[in-house]
C-alpha cells in the first residue's frame, strides 16, 4: 500500500506559477512510475507528466515547456513546477504511483488560475 498526500495548490493569476508536491509514504525510488494528472468536472482525468524510477520523463502537448516534474528521493516526494500558468490549467490535480502492477492516486490538490 502507497499512500500520496498532493500540496501546493491555489489560486494563481494567469502567468504565474506554482509548485505542487506529493508526498509518498515509501521509497519514490521503489514506484515504476510517478505521475501528475488532472481533471476538470465532466471530464476525464488526463495525464500531465511522469516519471520513471529512472529519471525519464514525459509529459502532455499542453505541459510541455511551461511544466517540470521532478523527484526528490530523500524527501520521498514529486514536485510539479508549473509556469507561466493559463485559466484552461484550472483543474483538480493529483499524484499517482504505479508500483508492481498496482496503481495509487492521492487525493488532489485544486489549482485555480484566473485571468
Known amino acids: 500500500q502507497v499512500h500520496l498526500v498532493e500540496s501546493g495548490g491555489g489560486l494563481v493569476q494567469a502567468g504565474g506559477s506554482l509548485r505542487l508536491s506529493c508526498a509518498a509514504s515509501?521509497?519514490?525510488?521503489?514506484?515504476?512510475?510517478m505521475s501528475w494528472y488532472r481533471q476538470t468536472p465532466g471530464k476525464q482525468r488526463e495525464l500531465v507528466a511522469g516519471?520513471?524510477?529512472?529519471?525519464?520523463?514525459n509529459y502532455a502537448d499542453s505541459a510541455k515547456g511551461r511544466f517540470t516534474i521532478s523527484g526528490d528521493s530523500a524527501k520521498n516526494t514529486v514536485y510539479l513546477k508549473m509556469n507561466n500558468l493559463k485559466p484552461e490549467d484550472t483543474a483538480v490535480y493529483y499524484c499517482?504511483?504505479?508500483?508492481?502492477?498496482?496503481?495509487?492516486w492521492g487525493q488532489g490538490t485544486q489549482v485555480t488560475v484566473s485571468s
Open positions: 499517482r504511483a504505479f508500483s508492481s502492477g498496482s496503481v495509487y
Open positions: 516519471i520513471t524510477s529512472g529519471g525519464s520523463t
Open positions: 515509501r521509497s519514490i525510488i521503489s514506484m515504476n512510475l
